[in-house]
């Protein structure tokens, strides 16, 4: 009943910058909060960031200081702006969106993921 669509990981060097996008869809009421988590092989999910619908952002350990997540209401999409990138940052990404669905039931839906890699 939601679907998120994320864009733009891809290759980057230390030190460069990324923007991921994220795009909600579906029978959606309203979303409360909206970000990414990271998952490397083996270890369990990480948040890196989650916004409110106020704009109040909730960063993990990976993304303070040098990510910004910010989200446009209207078009229900969140963007990371990640900049000083470093190899430990490598990974999966996955955006997360949680809130109502049209009809009252509260929603938790995650994207397929995007792979960021960082190489010299």
């Known amino acids: 009943q939601v679907q998120l669509v994320e864009s733009g990981g891809g290759l980057v060097q230390p030190g460069g910058s990324l923007r991921l996008s994220c795009a909600a869809s579906g029978n959606i009421f309203r979303i409360d909060a909206m970000g990414w988590y990271r998952q490397a092989p083996g270890k369990q999910r990480e948040l890196v960031a989650v916004?409110?619908?106020?704009?109040?952002?909730m960063f993990g350990d990976s993304g303070k200081g040098r990510f910004t997540n910010s989200r446009d209401n209207a078009k229900k999409m969140v963007y990371l702006q990640m900049n000083s990138l470093k190899p430990e940052d490598a990974t999966v990404y996955y955006c997360?969106?949680?809130?109502?669905?049209?009809?009252?039931?509260?929603?938790?839906?995650w994207g397929q993921g995007t792979q960021i890699t960082v190489y010299s």
């Open positions: 916004t409110s619908s106020g704009g109040s952002t």
């Open positions: 997360n969106a949680g809130g109502i669905l049209r009809g009252g039931l509260r929603f938790d839906y």
